[in-house]
């Protein structure tokens, strides 16, 4: 493990030249932090897999964990209707967005129009949907976004990246995307709720208390009740990042 502190990436060193000496000295590279733009370059310039642990804008490690769970739960992945609800436009939103279009899963993005995944990466995802039969649908409709869901997958309101400044603003537009009781009875009987953690839905954390305190909600993206109902696979999805990371290094390493 090597952290912020303990390298001189794109400090002292460039990331191509710290690309080439980690590429030297190791057989993959796994970068965990913000910009998707180093995860590239090191994968350019390192001659060894790079695997993604999550950056600003993807975190694909996190959808393939994802979709054993949904496989698990569910019986199949094709034809699925997995409904994203919150901030849609988030680095869990896009990769899921991208699994969702190669695996054959319906993608719906439920959210406030400013909040949609960009139009490149829709349309990326729709040209990938033809082959594999996923329909891509984006909507501000909470009713209709939610109906028929087989799967109802939120993440934070505000994500890696973003100031503080943006969680007024971003509580007033995604309130109304809370997942809760009457979103889950509006999706199908048996639909499943994730989220790839962590969750702010109670009051046990730091910024969930800051958050209590300044705006007087004590539960965001999930409620408490829905979090921990039987129909919530969060724990499972968090166990299927050990065995689909394993697979991952597996099937890359060569
Ligand atoms: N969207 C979240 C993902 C955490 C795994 C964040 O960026 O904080």
Known sequence: YIGPSGSQMGKKESIRDTARVLGRLYD??????????????????????????????????????????????IGRLKGVNCVYMGDARNNVANSLMIGCAKMGLNFTACAPKDLFPSKDLVDKCREIGKESGSIITLTDDIYLGSKNADVIYTDVWVSMGEPDEVWKERINKLKRYQVNVEVMENAKENAIFMHCLPAFHDLNTKVGKEIYEKFGISEMEVTNEVFESENSVVFDEAENRMHTIKALILATLG
């Open 28 to 73: 993959g590279i796994e970068y965990r932090g913000f910009s998707q733009e180093i995860v590239n370059e090191l994968s350019e310039f390192s001659k060894v897999p790079v695997w993604n642990g999550l950056t600003d804008e993807f975190h694909p490690t996190q959808v393939l964990a994802d979709l054993l769970t949904i496989e698990e739960k």
